[in-house]
């Protein structure tokens, strides 16, 4: 069905047709202009204390994480990981160029598969486009580089973050998608859909049970490449 045809069937159920010029030309310069809701204050603050906020929301969000200096030492500790969680070492891998250059030869036991991942995968590695400091969320845009299946079917969600890559608020990290993906030069330039991952998948729907696991991975564990040397 084409555009038209969605926002036609919308228009009729709301019994309304196109929108006054003027309003249309509101909604227009809102798109362009992009304002700013309220920014929090814990998120203004220096390089090391943002890159440390981060890590303590991701913990208060029930996830895990484990800092690195370089990419060299990936993959001991996902390797190291897997052991501590009794997980298997057979792996779906996002077919980033990040991922793919980093020297997963040196563990030869690490069997890894690139592509979307499927029911029977328990294990994924996915690349984090950029993190959210002031609520400790990753944002990851869907390309073909980075499936979102893999932040969805697998039990146990490895992902791999630059802290070069860590901005304060949400408005800075759509800031900086939008300016990304224009200049790429793509079509319509935004991502298909992009999700907002805030610790494992959790539900206290029943009995105010808090049960992890309920729509997603149980588990959400961030490898962070220290590669901001005004952050260490």
Not at 77 to 93: E, G, H, K, R
Not at 134 to 150: D, S, V, W
Not at 174 to 188: C, F, I, P, T, Y
Not at 204 to 224: C, M
Request: charged share 25%; net charge neutral; hydrophobic share 40%.
């Amino acid at each position: 069905m084409s555009r038209d045809a969605i926002f036609g069937a919308i228009r009729r159920g709301l019994r309304r047709g196109a929108l006054p010029e003027d309003q249309a030309m509101g909604l227009r310069a809102r798109l362009i202009a992009h304002p700013r809701h309220l920014i929090p204050a814990r998120s203004r603050v220096s390089r090391p204390e943002q890159v440390a906020l981060f890590l303590r929301n991701l913990e208060k969000e029930f996830a895990t994480y484990i800092r690195v200096p370089n990419t060299h030492e990936v993959p001991g500790v996902v390797a190291d990981y897997l052991a501590a969680q009794n997980l298997p070492t057979s792996l779906v891998m996002a077919p980033h160029p990040e991922l793919q250059n980093i020297p997963w030869v040196e563990r030869p036991l690490l069997q890894l598969r690139e592509g979307r991942a499927s029911p029977d995968d328990l294990v994924s590695i996915q690349h984090c486009y950029l993190a959210v400091a002031e609520t400790g969320t990753l944002m990851l845009p869907a390309t073909a580089e980075r499936p979102t299946t893999l932040n969805l079917l697998c039990d146990t969600e490895i992902v791999i973050l630059r802290s070069t890559r860590i901005v304060g608020a949400y408005e800075e990290g759509w800031d900086l998608l939008r300016a990304e993906h224009q200049n790429s030069g793509k079509v319509g330039f935004m991502p298909r859909n992009v999700m907002l991952v805030t610790g494992p998948s959790r539900s206290a729907d029943i009995e105010s049970t808090l049960e992890l696991g309920a729509h997603g991975p149980r588990r959400l564990h961030v490898v962070l490449i220290d590669d901001d040397e005004t952050a260490l």
